[in-house]
């Protein structure tokens, strides 16, 4: 399989696409994005690697974050990580409120806003004062990449504009469902989501989920065979807020969007895969990227299904 080659049919078949979507605007910041930027990055479990476009243009992670804080907190609660957030698809947007309040302060999934926010409680209990050095430690070992920070003007831009996460960390506090100062848990969360990645990086990272756990390029165990399974089995439901329906039929793989623009996916006991363009569907993720990701597994076949 001539990967290269399907990369440049992909960007050639995507073109179409740049007149529509929109980048987001509630967050100043992500709305300065260059409209005109596509990159995609494929790094297989014995290490080959293939890119297209400015796959070495850093842009903020933002929700993707959340697959990487949910696994350090998963590894550290276990199944109780369970009590306090779910593992359902929501079916409604991903900062809703009306479903966190229905259901007394437990999020859906930690793929929501609430639910990461919560898992990002959990690990300032575990790590306390330096809990988000901790998350920035892990993502640059899953990324073999010491050279990852988070953005400091985008963080402010969040802080400054996420009255709705304010509302869901107060609602949830309500229900005693976070057990951190609120203005702690809220500074962790916005500055993972501020974190700076690459295509190339982003793809490193999710090798490990699609090797059971185990980074097969340095053979390290990050968690175990059954928690990588149900980390992909909620990117797979969850990982694209009320479109993850629409993705698994469409494109068919474990994935996770983020705002910012990109989306990371896993071809288990294959590849990782990463995809950026910054302007958005109506679901809040990469329009262009979901295109690309599509056309990608209709080439291929290399869908789960």
Not at 111 to 122: L, Q, R, W
């Given at each position: 399989?001539?990967l290269?080659?399907?990369?440049?049919e992909?960007q050639?078949?995507?073109q179409?696409?740049?007149?529509?979507?929109?980048?987001?605007n509630y967050?100043?910041?992500?709305?300065?994005a260059?409209e005109s930027?596509?990159?995609?990055?494929?790094i297989?479990?014995?290490?080959?690697e293939?890119?297209?476009?400015?796959?070495?243009k850093?842009?903020s992670?933002q929700s993707?974050s959340?697959?990487f804080?949910?696994?350090l907190?998963?590894e550290?609660?276990s199944k109780?990580?369970y009590?306090?957030?779910?593992?359902?698809?929501s079916g409604?947007?991903f900062?809703s409120l009306?479903q966190l309040?229905?259901?007394?302060?437990?999020?859906?999934?930690?793929?929501?806003n609430?639910?990461?926010?919560?898992t990002?409680?959990?690990?300032?209990?575990i790590?306390e004062?330096?809990?988000?050095?901790?998350i920035?430690?892990?993502?640059?070992k899953v990324?073999g990449?010491?050279?990852?920070?988070f953005?400091k003007?985008?963080?402010i831009s969040?802080?400054?504009?996420?009255f709705q996460?304010?509302?869901?960390i107060n609602?949830m506090k309500?229900?005693?469902n976070i057990?951190n100062p609120?203005?702690?848990?809220?500074?962790?969360?916005?500055?993972q989501?501020?974190i700076m990645m690459?295509?190339?990086q982003l793809?490193?990272?999710?090798?490990?989920l699609a090797?059971?756990g185990k980074?097969p390029l340095t053979?390290?165990?990050?968690l175990?065979?059954s928690k990588?399974?149900?980390?992909?089995s909620?990117?797979?439901?969850?990982?694209?807020?009320?479109a993850s329906g629409?993705?698994?039929?469409?494109?068919?793989?474990?994935?996770?969007?983020g705002v910012g623009g990109?989306i990371?996916?896993?071809?288990?006991k294959?590849?990782?895969?990463?995809v950026?363009?910054?302007?958005?569907n109506?679901y809040?993720n990469s329009?262009?990227?979901?295109k690309?990701?599509e056309?990608f597994?209709?080439k291929?076949?290399?869908?789960i299904f």
């Amino acid at each position: 399989m001539d990967l290269d080659a399907i990369l440049k049919e992909i960007q050639e078949e995507i073109q179409k696409y740049f007149t529509k979507g929109k980048l987001p605007n509630y967050i100043p910041m992500l709305a300065q994005a260059d409209e005109s930027d596509f990159a995609m990055s494929i790094i297989t479990l014995d290490g080959e690697e293939y890119h297209i476009g400015c796959s070495n243009k850093k842009f903020s992670i933002q929700s993707i974050s959340k697959v990487f804080t949910f696994t350090l907190a998963l590894e550290h609660y276990s199944k109780e990580l369970y009590k306090r957030v779910g593992h359902e698809p929501s079916g409604d947007p991903f900062n809703s409120l009306v479903q966190l309040e229905y259901e007394s302060g437990i999020p859906r999934n930690p793929f929501i806003n609430a639910g990461a926010i919560v898992t990002t409680d959990c690990l300032a209990s575990i790590f306390e004062d330096n809990a988000f050095n901790e998350i920035l430690d892990f993502m640059k070992k899953v990324s073999g990449d010491q050279n990852i920070s988070f953005d400091k003007n985008i963080f402010i831009s969040e802080l400054g504009h996420g009255f709705q996460n304010f509302a869901l960390i107060n609602l949830m506090k309500s229900y005693h469902n976070i057990k951190n100062p609120i203005d702690d848990v809220i500074q962790i969360y916005f500055k993972q989501c501020s974190i700076m990645m690459t295509t190339k990086q982003l793809a490193h990272s999710m090798l490990f989920l699609a090797n059971h756990g185990k980074d097969p390029l340095t053979n390290e165990s990050i968690l175990n065979e059954s928690k990588a399974k149900r980390i992909n089995s909620l990117m797979l439901t969850c990982g694209h807020y009320d479109a993850s329906g629409d993705f698994a039929y469409k494109v068919g793989l474990p994935g996770k969007s983020g705002v910012g623009g990109g989306i990371v996916a896993v071809v288990p006991k294959k590849m990782a895969i990463s995809v950026y363009s910054p302007k958005l569907n109506v679901y809040g993720n990469s329009l262009i990227g979901t295109k690309a990701l599509e056309l990608f597994t209709t080439k291929t076949g290399l869908s789960i299904f």
